[in-house]
């Protein structure tokens, strides 16, 4: 077969598969449902951004959680009510996009983030804003190194408008990477969001199910969602996505589907990493006993060959719980002897991290 002619008959196969999706957008890991899910982390959530509205007084939030744990979806849907029925505004940035305070500002300004100073900056984003305002910032963690000081926090702890801070985060120990100066002033309220239950994950599906596909799936809802929490730390998103394929190839294998999503979304948060975590993956896979301490060791020989400045480690381990949050690795207590310790397990395909790192370092 030529080129040509098997792009024809996929191209005619997709069509045909598209007929049976009414509504692309719900498969789109950015779509905020009508009615999301209600569950418990929805009320404080609810209270502390009431409370600001009401008052003005700030009240910091940092929510943490996995990934595909619905964080970002509740805090957007949320914001998105309180906005029209209150007289607060909300911006939402994503670190991932604008790692930096110069870039954040510049980003949520809309300037060029050359010629102005931070302080230049700050000051235009004041003038901009001088009512009540509450600010999200996603994946805070991926602040970049560059940018230790995290000065737009700083600046938002002390500001004398009164701005409310939410900060979005995967790693359940970002709060201790902080500067002192600035976790006593921002002092923010914990919020956990816990893994989705399978009975969750599946009430999300059936959703989905209804609003996007034709002839919704539904024998086979309950095995997709079994498989997302047992297998992938319930994100759902490798839910969503494995919904999505079905409904294209509704007659393929679903583990099979499910282990492509798996794949694709996995391939994405790994190709995301800094050096240093990727270097920490690297010493995960090439260590035989990868115990924590073993692991150490061989992560910092990798970064003296790659001239990387290694973490300490206590900030290793606190990427470990940052790893194991995102579903790279699982963190396994084990007994050696009359101790315990713990144990690496890697739940990512080490081929997919051999590429991102031949990408990277060479």
Same mark, same amino acid.
């Given at each position: 077969?030529?080129?040509?002619?098997?792009?024809?008959? *996929?191209?005619?196969?997709?069509?045909?598969?598209?007929?049976?999706?009414?509504?692309? *957008?719900?498969?789109? %890991?950015?779509?905020?449902?009508?009615?999301?899910?209600? +569950?418990?982390?929805?009320?404080?959530?609810? !209270?502390?951004?009431?409370? /600001?509205?009401?008052?003005?007084?700030?009240?910091?939030?940092?929510?943490?959680?996995?990934?595909?744990?619905?964080?970002?979806?509740?805090?957007?849907?949320?914001?998105?009510?309180?906005?029209? +029925?209150?007289?607060?505004?909300?911006?939402?940035?994503?670190?991932?996009?604008?790692?930096?305070? %110069?870039?954040?500002?510049?980003?949520?300004?809309?300037?060029?983030?050359?010629?102005?100073?931070?302080?230049?900056?700050?000051?235009? $984003?004041?003038?901009?804003?001088?009512?009540?305002?509450?600010?999200?910032?996603?994946?805070?963690?991926?602040?970049?190194?560059?940018? *230790?000081? *995290?000065?737009?926090?700083?600046?938002?702890? #002390?500001?004398?408008?009164?701005?409310?801070?939410?900060?979005?985060?995967?790693?359940?120990?970002?709060?201790?990477?902080?500067?002192?100066?600035?976790?006593?002033?921002?002092?923010?309220?914990?919020?956990?969001? +816990?893994?989705?239950?399978? !009975?969750?994950?599946?009430?999300?599906?059936?959703?989905?199910?209804?609003?996007?596909?034709?002839?919704?799936? #539904?024998?086979?809802?309950?095995?997709?969602?079994?498989?997302?929490?047992?297998?992938?730390?319930?994100?759902?998103? &490798?839910?969503?996505?494995?919904?999505?394929?079905?409904?294209?190839?509704?007659?393929?294998?679903?583990?099979?589907? %499910?282990?492509?999503?798996?794949?694709?979304?996995?391939?994405?948060?790994?190709?995301?990493?800094?050096?240093?975590?990727?270097?920490?993956?690297?010493?995960?896979?090439?260590?035989?006993?990868?115990?924590?301490?073993?692991?150490?060791?061989?992560?910092?020989?990798?970064?003296?060959?790659?001239?990387?400045?290694? $973490?300490?480690?206590? /900030? $290793?381990?606190?990427?470990?719980?940052?790893?194991?949050?995102?579903?790279? &690795?699982?963190?396994?207590?084990?007994?050696?002897?009359?101790? /315990?310790?713990?144990?690496?397990?890697?739940? $990512?395909?080490?081929?997919?991290?051999?590429?991102?790192?031949?990408?990277? %370092?060479?």
């Amino acid at each position: 077969m030529q080129i040509e002619e098997f792009l024809s008959k *996929r191209a005619e196969h997709l069509q045909k598969s598209s007929r049976r999706i009414k509504d692309f *957008r719900v498969f789109d %890991f950015n779509y905020i449902p009508e009615k999301p899910l209600m +569950r418990r982390e929805t009320k404080p959530l609810v !209270d502390a951004l009431l409370r /600001y509205a009401t008052t003005g007084i700030a009240n910091h939030l940092l929510i943490f959680g996995s990934r595909g744990s619905g964080k970002t979806l509740l805090v957007k849907y949320v914001s998105g009510l309180l906005e029209k +029925r209150h007289n607060v505004r909300f911006i939402y940035a994503n670190c991932r996009q604008h790692n930096t305070s %110069f870039k954040i500002l510049a980003g949520i300004l809309n300037v060029r983030p050359r010629g102005s100073s931070l302080d230049e900056l700050w000051k235009r $984003f004041c003038d901009a804003h001088p009512g009540r305002l509450v600010l999200i910032l996603d994946e805070v963690d991926l602040i970049s190194d560059k940018d *230790r000081n *995290r000065d737009l926090l700083y600046l938002l702890s #002390r500001s004398p408008n009164n701005y409310m801070v939410v900060l979005l985060s995967n790693n359940p120990r970002f709060l201790s990477t902080l500067d002192e100066s600035i976790r006593s002033t921002l002092q923010p309220e914990l919020l956990h969001f +816990r893994n989705y239950g399978a !009975d969750e994950v599946l009430a999300i599906l059936k959703d989905r199910a209804q609003l996007g596909i034709v002839k919704p799936p #539904r024998q086979v809802l309950g095995q997709i969602a079994a498989l997302t929490t047992k297998d992938t730390n319930s994100d759902v998103r &490798i839910a969503i996505k494995t919904l999505y394929y079905l409904a294209l190839e509704p007659d393929a294998d679903v583990r099979e589907l %499910f282990q492509r999503a798996r794949r694709d979304i996995l391939n994405d948060v790994i190709a995301d990493l800094n050096e240093r975590n990727l270097l920490i993956l690297k010493a995960a896979v090439s260590t035989p006993e990868p115990h924590v301490k073993a692991v150490y060791d061989c992560y910092r020989k990798l970064s003296q060959q790659m001239h990387e400045e290694p $973490f300490s480690y206590v /900030y $290793f381990y606190s990427n470990l719980s940052y790893l194991q949050s995102i579903g790279l &690795i699982l963190l396994l207590s084990t007994k050696i002897g009359r101790t /315990y310790t713990n144990q690496i397990k890697t739940l $990512f395909d080490t081929e997919l991290l051999g590429g991102v790192l031949q990408a990277r %370092f060479t």
